[in-house]
């Protein structure tokens, strides 16, 4: 007899990834044959950068294949700590090594700072739509994550205003990420500065996710380090995923105060340890050569910017039910015509069975009235499946 299992109180309301869902369903259906156009993946279909890979092979050609630092190489941290000190405005106190743990991935930097920071009673706010990922990571630190919805009328960014409303006596911190997964929405400087603002008035911990602060297209995004805000209560989260197209290198950090770093070294030492050797040796790689990233990074932006003025155009008329998409790789897209309970859900599920092609739902970021397409693929598979997108959502309105 098989006995039922029970998931424990840590994970009982838990909920899988669904980006990494959609993502395992469009590959089944192509392995299955079918021609699908996958608008669903958040990652770059750029290959790493050569000088990056050479440098990982020459790096196990030599011997990086063995336990590092929990917290990661001297020269990576180093290189690190070099490139968020490039941001920072005059004057203001560099970062040292001390303050930079490497993780595997930036979702590892970030759950290691929700267990370091937030814990049973402390409320978070999350500005929604947010990446799927924070909800879930605050609930496995048993905090409450207290989802802020961004206004319509202002690519559903949220201002200190908002948030402020949604406080109470036990809000501890904020999220922030900016350029935005899932709208594609960059905060001014002025709007951060607010939010800054706000939350050192208010002893909140601010945890700013940076990975797309690279990827934006109407002006340069504004990094919080721009900001110089007291830093005692900030976590800075960036990783080498999105912008030097090395997603499955698994390679992210955090910036924080030395305390705040040691116990998420804590955290890392007795969950993952140190992330892949030879993927620091590829990171160190990246940013230690800035010219040569900078200038492979300057080409994928070329094709980024290209596909979305072209996704933009292939949208046609339902342009206007669009976020404007101003950095990261994502459309989010108002589907409410489409009508019923979760009409993202709905309109996600019709145009994979009907028109072969994969996004994702809006409820996976709380706002069940939108679906999130990405461009990350090639500009003809982008414009195609913007293509059937807008073809669905016009013949849905109402007349
Ligand atoms: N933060 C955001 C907003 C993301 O969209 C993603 C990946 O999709 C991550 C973090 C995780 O990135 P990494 O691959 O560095 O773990």
Redesign the pocket.
Not at 139 to 148: D, G, I, Y
């Given at each position: 007899m098989s006995r039922k299992f029970i998931p424990s109180a840590n994970i009982a309301n838990l909920k899988e990834s669904a980006?990494l869902a959609v993502a395992a369903k469009a590959r089944a259906l192509k392995a299955a044959g079918q021609p699908v156009i996958d608008l669903g993946a958040?990652e770059p279909d750029f290959d790493t950068p050569a000088f990056i890979r050479k440098a990982a092979a020459d790096a196990v050609e030599a011997g990086a294949t063995r336990y590092t630092a929990t917290e990661g190489i001297p020269a990576l941290r180093e290189a690190i700590a070099a490139d968020a000190n490039r941001l920072l405005p005059e004057g203001a106190e560099p970062f040292t090594a001390a303050q930079v743990v490497v993780s595997s991935?930036?979702?590892?930097s970030?759950f290691n700072a929700c267990m370091a920071c937030f814990g049973p009673g402390d409320e978070v706010l999350v500005p929604t739509p947010s990446?799927t990922?924070y909800y879930e990571m605050l609930e496995l630190a048993r905090a409450t994550a207290v989802p802020v919805l961004g206004d319509p009328n202002n690519s559903l960014k949220v201002t200190a205003a908002m948030l402020a409303e949604s406080a109470t006596p036990r809000t501890r911190g904020v999220m922030l990420?900016s350029p935005?997964?899932p709208t594609g929405a960059v905060y001014t400087r002025e709007e951060l500065a607010d939010i800054l603002k706000l939350a050192d008035e208010q002893a909140w911990w601010v945890l700013s996710?940076e990975?797309?602060l690279r990827i934006a297209y109407d002006e340069p995004a504004t990094s919080v380090l721009q900001l110089a805000p007291a830093r005692d209560r900030l976590i800075v989260?960036n990783?080498?995923?999105?912008a030097y197209a090395m997603?499955g290198w698994?390679?992210?950090w955090s910036l924080a105060p030395t305390a705040v770093t040691r116990a998420m070294i804590a955290v890392q030492s007795h969950t993952t340890s140190n992330p892949a050797a030879v993927s620091q040796h590829a990171a160190l790689a990246a940013l230690s050569h800035v010219e040569q990233a900078d200038a492979a990074i300057a080409e994928m932006m070329v094709a980024f910017k290209r596909r979305r003025d072209a996704v933009l155009n292939a949208l046609g008329e339902a342009r206007k039910y669009a976020v404007h998409p101003a950095g990261a790789f994502y459309l989010y897209l108002d589907v409410s015509s489409y009508g019923g309970d979760n009409p993202g859900a709905r309109f996600a599920e019709d145009l994979l069975e009907k028109h072969q092609v994969a996004v994702v739902p809006g409820s996976a970021f709380l706002t069940p009235n939108w679906i999130r397409a990405s461009y990350a693929t090639s500009d003809e598979l982008a414009i195609e499946g913007m293509r059937r997108v807008a073809q669905l959502l016009t013949s849905t309105e109402p007349s």
């Amino acid at each position: 007899m098989s006995r039922k299992f029970i998931p424990s109180a840590n994970i009982a309301n838990l909920k899988e990834s669904a980006t990494l869902a959609v993502a395992a369903k469009a590959r089944a259906l192509k392995a299955a044959g079918q021609p699908v156009i996958d608008l669903g993946a958040g990652e770059p279909d750029f290959d790493t950068p050569a000088f990056i890979r050479k440098a990982a092979a020459d790096a196990v050609e030599a011997g990086a294949t063995r336990y590092t630092a929990t917290e990661g190489i001297p020269a990576l941290r180093e290189a690190i700590a070099a490139d968020a000190n490039r941001l920072l405005p005059e004057g203001a106190e560099p970062f040292t090594a001390a303050q930079v743990v490497v993780s595997s991935g930036s979702k590892q930097s970030l759950f290691n700072a929700c267990m370091a920071c937030f814990g049973p009673g402390d409320e978070v706010l999350v500005p929604t739509p947010s990446w799927t990922s924070y909800y879930e990571m605050l609930e496995l630190a048993r905090a409450t994550a207290v989802p802020v919805l961004g206004d319509p009328n202002n690519s559903l960014k949220v201002t200190a205003a908002m948030l402020a409303e949604s406080a109470t006596p036990r809000t501890r911190g904020v999220m922030l990420n900016s350029p935005c997964n899932p709208t594609g929405a960059v905060y001014t400087r002025e709007e951060l500065a607010d939010i800054l603002k706000l939350a050192d008035e208010q002893a909140w911990w601010v945890l700013s996710d940076e990975i797309y602060l690279r990827i934006a297209y109407d002006e340069p995004a504004t990094s919080v380090l721009q900001l110089a805000p007291a830093r005692d209560r900030l976590i800075v989260i960036n990783g080498v995923a999105k912008a030097y197209a090395m997603t499955g290198w698994r390679i992210g950090w955090s910036l924080a105060p030395t305390a705040v770093t040691r116990a998420m070294i804590a955290v890392q030492s007795h969950t993952t340890s140190n992330p892949a050797a030879v993927s620091q040796h590829a990171a160190l790689a990246a940013l230690s050569h800035v010219e040569q990233a900078d200038a492979a990074i300057a080409e994928m932006m070329v094709a980024f910017k290209r596909r979305r003025d072209a996704v933009l155009n292939a949208l046609g008329e339902a342009r206007k039910y669009a976020v404007h998409p101003a950095g990261a790789f994502y459309l989010y897209l108002d589907v409410s015509s489409y009508g019923g309970d979760n009409p993202g859900a709905r309109f996600a599920e019709d145009l994979l069975e009907k028109h072969q092609v994969a996004v994702v739902p809006g409820s996976a970021f709380l706002t069940p009235n939108w679906i999130r397409a990405s461009y990350a693929t090639s500009d003809e598979l982008a414009i195609e499946g913007m293509r059937r997108v807008a073809q669905l959502l016009t013949s849905t309105e109402p007349s």
